[in-house]
């Protein structure tokens, strides 16, 4: 029996994947568990291994994009693959595998000029959704789902509706159409990485909440001590490049303990918060073809020297486009660590859904403090809590913002750490 190696739904929001390179050619003798081509999603890189032993049929060449149920390859052997539809190659038009990670299918060989019917669109939606769509006479075979696996919201109903209300007058004019003939040779047309077009989706999504921001000053001075004191040494005695963040990391959680809403997220079709009891704390990251976040998971459970090393090897993967899947999932809150990059006194970031808040930390510098009438020159460190505000108020996150405030300023709190 050929088995295939499908483009499947990984459960995480993936529509498309870019098919980098193969590893193997076509026709080349393969072992089952043998890596065999790297897709790219907008979440990682994959190696996709083989799902048996046998001859591997190419279906789609590298470079290409991929879509759910597309098939990469099949593999069985030589007289199989013969039969394997009429011209090699499964029709593309093969039913979406079931949810998973890039795994092995089984598919009887389809002859090319057969095509399949298109399958119904599935309407993921509440009682209470459909009541409003009837009431609006709005179709919803025709509204795109922007709730989880694509369940339709009374925001998405009330959207179309409004949009079919327009005149025909109002549709925005198309970029294409404004610059259609005009300066051809000045401008160039940039395909968006994977990661890039997640990061839109994202930034779209992140761009309907609601949100405010607090902003304030840490007095750093104690941190920038502490972190001074034990960064040779940990160099020295673990080869682990000791940096702020740790000790931000652990504040936070602590922070986090005693505001729990701000370690939570938002049920917009139940209207419940849902807080979590466990800290997995999300990392912005720069990478070579956009930003991730990499989330340092349980980091109530861990010491500074634990946190600085995962940090540090996360960040590598970041670099060398080995990060996974799992490594950027399920995070509760997130820092974007504005103050690596040097810049920035103060900055209003964008919520990662579907967390609650996102801290921006920016540089630390020097600066005047003024105690009973006297000037002394410690290190300041800003900082910013951009928060969901249908979730909290500002007043939690000026109790959340000074609960930071007091365990990075607290010589104590950081020596026990």
Excluded: C
């Amino acid at each position: 029996m050929v088995k295939e190696i499908r483009f499947v739904d990984v459960g995480e929001g993936i529509t498309e994947g870019h098919l980098q390179k193969w590893l193997v050619k076509d026709g080349d003798k393969v072992r089952e568990d043998q890596s065999v081509a790297q897709v790219e999603t907008d979440k990682a890189v994959v190696n996709v291994p083989a799902p048996i032993s046998g001859t591997i049929k190419i279906n789609i060449p590298a470079d290409s994009t991929l879509h759910i149920g597309d098939s990469l390859a099949a593999i069985g052997s030589v007289d199989e693959l013969k039969g394997y539809g009429a011209s090699g190659a499964p029709a593309q038009t093969a039913q979406p595998a079931p949810k998973g990670t890039i795994q092995k299918t089984v598919a009887p060989a389809m002859p090319a000029t057969q095509a399949r019917p298109a399958a119904p669109k599935e309407i993921i939606a509440t009682p209470a959704v459909r009541k409003l769509a009837r009431e609006l006479n709005v179709d919803l075979a025709k509204v795109a789902g922007t709730g989880p696996n694509g369940r339709i919201l009374e925001n998405d109903v009330r959207g179309t509706s409004i949009q079919a209300a327009k005149p025909a007058a109002s549709v925005a004019i198309k970029y294409s159409e404004v610059l259609e003939g005009k300066h051809d040779e000045e401008i160039e047309r940039v395909p968006m990485s994977m990661t890039r077009k997640a990061i839109a989706r994202n930034m779209e999504e992140s761009w309907k909440i609601p949100r405010a921001t607090h902003m304030d000053l840490i007095d750093a001075t104690s941190l920038w001590t502490m972190v001074a004191k034990e960064k040779p040494k940990m160099q020295k005695e673990q080869n682990i490049h000791l940096t702020f963040l740790p000790f931000i990391i652990k504040a936070l959680v602590k922070a986090l303990q005693e505001n729990p809403n701000f370690n939570s997220s938002y049920d917009h079709e139940k209207q419940e918060i849902i807080v979590k009891k466990y800290y997995n704390i999300g990392l912005a990251a720069e990478a070579p073809d956009g930003l991730k976040v990499v989330v340092v998971k349980g980091a109530d459970k861990k010491s500074i020297a634990k946190i600085a090393k995962e940090i540090q090897d996360l960040h590598d993967k970041v670099t060398n486009k080995t990060i996974t899947v799992a490594e950027m999932q399920d995070s509760t809150t997130t820092i974007t660590n504005i103050g690596s990059l040097g810049g920035g006194f103060l900055a209003v970031p964008m919520i990662n859904p579907p967390n609650v808040a996102i801290i921006g930390m920016l540089s630390i510098r020097d600066w005047p403090f003024v105690e009973d009438g006297k000037v002394r020159i410690g290190k300041v460190l800003p900082f910013t809590i951009t928060f969901d505000h249908r979730v909290v108020d500002g007043a939690e996150a000026v109790k959340l913002g000074n609960a930071l405030k007091n365990y990075l300023e607290d010589v104590d709190f950081l020596e026990m750490l």
